[in-house]
């Protein structure tokens, strides 16, 4: 195959030109690769999206725990953010870790720029945060972020401890419950994961405050995985950047998730990290098994190859 060492003068009017949809994220970078941006590159790659990172923290820490973190100041995340938007249309934003709440600040301050394009919020396990820094970035994301959230995600107790720290009866609180301490404070759609189910299962639920949506369980891994949550939240903001319906995107991401984790892995020395690129090492298995190139089962266009990636995966996943 030859290439042209042109390029189009006019990318608009060039027929060669296909767009993927655009999706933000502002995230931590983890060196490990288990969380943070490269669990959100990867994820919303696997779902053919172009991404947009947007650092606001570095994570100094390995497979075991975070150490510490370096936050980037609010005026570079938000130039970060304003640069690339200027650029490229956005179809869905994606806010992990931001670092403090100035940060958090800055990123309102864009998203409110964005009305109507969704916004996935996942919140983290911050147990490593100091106490006090710690209320003070939960009181911002509840103040600052959550009024622009379409979809928050978390674990079952992270979020139980965030938004409902008075619970007094024995029994944990349900989805709809959660989400109905999510919505008083903006957003309409809460996706909890890792509620505990009977003989091993773990079930994770999209509710609203006066229903459950979307569901799934699955069996408990024995591994004990870094950046779940991070894989699942990227995966879901990357299909609505597709267009897909949230209960229909809900669920395609779960079920990347869970192929994800089945064919994780152990790095390091510390928890497993999901393989969210399973689906190219299942492509390499298959090479050479496929029509011939020049055949026309092999010449199908940009858009039928891109088709529904996550949806094609999940017509034959098994529930781990």
Request: hydrophobic residues 40%; charged residues 20%; aromatic residues 6%.
């Amino acid at each position: 195959m030859t290439h042209s060492s042109e390029l189009p003068s006019d990318p608009e009017s060039s027929d060669d030109v296909q767009g993927l949809p655009c999706v933000m994220t502002f995230n931590a970078n983890d060196p490990s690769g288990a969380s943070g941006l490269a669990a959100d590159v990867a994820a919303m790659v696997s779902a053919s999206c172009h991404v947009l990172p947007v650092l606001t923290a570095v994570l100094i820490g390995d497979t075991r725990r975070v150490q510490h973190h370096v936050v980037i100041d609010e005026e570079t995340v938000e130039e970060q953010a304003r640069c690339a938007l200027e650029d490229m249309a956005v179809q869905a934003f994606k806010v992990g870790y931001a670092g403090n709440p100035e940060n958090l600040g800055a990123i309102a301050r864009v998203l409110s720029d964005y009305d109507g394009v969704p916004v996935i919020s996942y919140m983290p396990d911050l147990s490593w945060c100091e106490e006090s820094a710690l209320e003070d970035y939960l009181d911002a994301c509840a103040g600052l972020l959550l009024p622009h959230t379409t979809v928050l995600v978390g674990n079952h107790s992270t979020l139980c401890r965030w938004l409902l720290p008075d619970w007094d009866e024995e029994r944990a609180p349900n989805a709809r419950e959660v989400a109905r301490a999510a919505s008083q404070l903006g957003p309409p759609y809460t996706l909890v994961t890792g509620l505990i189910a009977p003989d091993q299962f773990i079930e994770n639920h999209l509710a609203t405050p006066e229903t459950v949506l979307a569901s799934a369980r699955y069996e408990r891994f024995e591994a004990s995985f870094s950046g779940a949550g991070e894989t699942l939240s990227a995966a879901l903001c990357a299909l609505l950047g597709a267009e897909s319906e949230l209960v229909d995107a809900c669920a395609e991401a779960m079920t990347y998730l869970d192929r994800s984790l089945g064919a994780g892995f152990r790095p390091g020395m510390g928890r497993a990290v999901p393989d969210r690129l399973f689906w190219a090492h299942e492509a390499e298995g298959q090479a050479g098994q496929g029509p011939d190139p020049d055949s026309p089962e092999a010449k199908t266009s940009d858009a039928d190859a891109r088709h529904d990636l996550l949806t094609t995966l999940s017509s034959d996943a098994t529930p781990h």
